[in-house]
């Protein structure tokens, strides 16, 4: 087992090498320059871009710009903002608890209501039942978030008025935010009132984003199921005399959760990419939003820097899932 | 489902009566997150919003709600006979406001005025370089630094201020953004601390609010300064909720989550002025958008050819399209709320015959032209495809063939900004001063050509002159009759199809009171209040 989680990081080292590198690249690829953005209409001399760019140290070669880069992620230094003019691994951590907040609550929802649901689509084959899962499940899979948010916003804050709008807490709460996950602190601060605003806040923009996840898994979860109930171990077990519910929640899930909790590791990425939006719609101060302007801005540190931890985060929970997936299937292990 | 319903229920009837008891709290729904908090490094709204107006003041401020100059800071000020030297003489007992991370010793004094505009001038200052690129881009780029000769101290309360030539603008410079006086107490406290880089993240200012906190992406908390020189503010607290997306602040404006918030959706206008429990105000803008016809290139150096393809748009459609009428068309190059706008000037008509025949006699056929459009939307121009489109449609009326072309942001400036630009650049601009300068020199003075200023690449002798002769005259009766004949050169000989002057909503409770509508874009707090 040691070995085996030891082959999937040596994996990580090129990986991460090579996302830096894209990370580099790509947005120095894209035309115009931060501080041309900054000036906007104003407009500047070519004398004064030049002694802007000399500032930002953008002026030199840019393999010299990528290995004084990497030398200093090597070492912990992300760099500063070109905007806010904070170091950017002060303002990815300031935000992230707020997405990761919301990322955990999406998928506790996607994965309590979609595993359920696609098991009990497989168990009832071809019942209306499962056409109406499987139906929602489509239909949730093809909802786009900028248009599902609102539409939530405007029945269940507008019309119905059960929701907050937008943000993480009611305006009228203000306390120190040590975990800065806010049911956290909420409940830390003491305030009454303020772990069910903070929940409040938290429900519309963890339903958004759990649409698109729930779907795949409720969809992954019934296919798989069905592949397994038709086995013929289940058969055997079956014809054993054992009880359907043993049948289907020992012999047959565990089997099934294979693919299904692959799929799971897929949709943090997809969860990653929802929360850009999510958190745009609702002002919700995660990383998404923030990632989103600096692309706007071409504040290129925070861009290299925040890509390069989400992948870093990114790979470690596949290197977490690999894990989980060996631990379920011995198999694997040895492959 | 019905506890869940129960519980949010129960929150929000808390909510809203804690806000009763808490009225004098204004939220304010704002559109986006500050840069920073330092003006001096920034050059948009969102940031001055949140810095210079409620935090900082300057030595002359704009009257509130116009763009006529006040006693700031300073409350008298002399100009030597050639205009090149001005000495402010400052007010006595302002404070600096408070807070956890600094407590003022002194009153604002000539030192903080010397080091808020050394630090941007001179390039040993300590605090010419404090934070990772610090650049002074306004300062820059409204060129105080070749104009600005030197800052002294005359005394503890008398400021001087010699410049390389007189300038007539120069005082409504002062009360710009960039000119913001801050604390030199403050700044050397963070420089012996070693954190000179709070400068721009813990303010510290002699304004109506002092800063509380800000939490990124979220929330900016103030509260009323109890020691402001004009008056304790009657707002206890100011917040900012910062709410990117225009749909959810109009909601959140409906359901009380916030009093005020700034650019509704055009769309959503309509549903807010039938909303019982608010009031939207409406201002023409200081600004203006135009398509700049490069008319140093052929067939575009013929006045003919600009006035025809001018005389072919219909610019109603435009403003009913893009702004959904919440726009007017543009006649003069600076908006009719600026002083020296001259009534008298007529827009070119929309005659399409007259314009194809104009261009027949001009010897042009089949002209094939470009026409840029931004990429993004502006106050000035909110969907700038669009509007091309429109003028695309319109052109091909009278058989000149338009391609639309487009750029990401940056490149679509830079690229304008080439002297060799091909074709007509829509492009726009909102008044950073008020001053007639600021868009009649700045856009269509010589110096801007081959500059992302002057795209129409047009220079004219006698509007120059005009314009430079208005800019050293510090008579301002004078200076509106050289503005007025300017903007008759400018109309006779046709550089841009002007386009529009886009109207600014805010939509707000009905409680907010005493709220008024800045033409320079500011949204400023000072003397708001709350009805019960």
Known sequence: MLQFILRRIAVLVPTFIGVSLIAFSFIRLLPGDPV?????????????????????????????????????VLTGDFGSSVVTKRPVIDEF??????????????MILAVGIGIPAGMLAAIKRGSVLEQGIMGTALIGYSMPIFWWGPLLIILFSGILGWTPVSGRISLMYYFPTPTGFMLIDSLLSGQEGAFTSALSHLVL???????IPLAVIARQTRSAMLEVLGEDYVRTARAKGMPPRRVVGIHALRNAMIPVVTTIGLQVGVLMAGAILTETIFSWPGIGKWMVDSVFRRDYPVIQGGLLIIAIIIMLVNLAVDVLYGFINPRIRHT | MKRITKVLTASLFASVMASAVQAQTLVYCS??????????????????????????????????????????????????????????????????????????????????????????????????DYANGTTYTYFSSMGFDSLLKKVEKVDDKTVKFTLSRPSAPFLADLAMDFSSIMSKEYADQLKKNGNMGDLNQKPVGTGPFTFVAYQPDAVIR????????????????????????????????????????????????AGLKKDDSLQVLEQPGLNIAYLAYNVSQKPFDNVKVRKALNMAVDKKA?????????????????PPTMWSYNKSVQDDPYDPDKAKQMLADAGVKNLKMNIWAMPVSRPYMLNARRAAEIIQADFKKIGVTANIVSYEWGEYIKRAGQKDHDGAVMLGWTGDNGDPDNFLNTLLGCDGVGTSNNVAEWCDKDFQSLVDKAARTTDKDERVKLYQQAQKIFKQQAPWMTIDHSTVIMPMSKKVQGFQQDPLGFHRFDDVSLSQ
């Open chain 1, 36 to 72: 041309i953005l900054m000036a906007g209409e104003h407009g500047m001399t070519p004398a004064q871009h030049a002694a802007a760019m000399h500032a930002l140290g953008l002026d030199k070669s840019l393999p010299l710009q990528y290995l004084d880069y990497l030398g200093g």
């Open chain 1, 93 to 106: 951590f300031s935000r992230f608890p707020a997405t990761l907040e919301l990322s955990i609550c999406a």
């Open chain 1, 205 to 211: 923009p963890a339903i958004v984003l759990a649409t």
């Open chain 2, 31 to 128: 559109e986006g997150s500050p840069e920073g908090f330092d003006p001096a490094l920034y050059t948009t709204g969102t940031t001055f919003d949140a810095s210079s107006r409620t935090i900082y003041n300057r030595l002359v401020e704009f009257k509130h709600g116009s763009t006529e100059l006040t006693p700031g800071l300073a409350k008298s000020w002399d100009v030597s006979d050639d205009g090149t030297v001005y000495t402010f003489h400052l007010r006595d007992g302002v404070k600096f406001g408070a807070t956890d991370y600094f407590k003022p010793s002194r009153d604002m004094n000539a030192d903080d005025v010397v080091f808020s505009f050394n630090r941007q001038l001179k390039d040993g200052n300590p605090w010419h």
């Open chain 2, 222 to 269: 103030y509260k009323a300064n109890p020691d402001y020189w004009d008056g304790k503010q009657k707002l206890d607290n100011l917040v900012f909720a910062i709410t990117p997306e225009a749909s959810v602040r109009t909601q959140k404006l409906k359901s009380g989550e916030c009093q005020i918030m700034p650019y509704p959706n055009a769309a959503d206008v």
């Open chain 2, 318 to 334: 435009i403003v009913q399209s893009v702004f959904q009428g919440m726009a007017q068309v543009a006649t003069n190059p600076i």
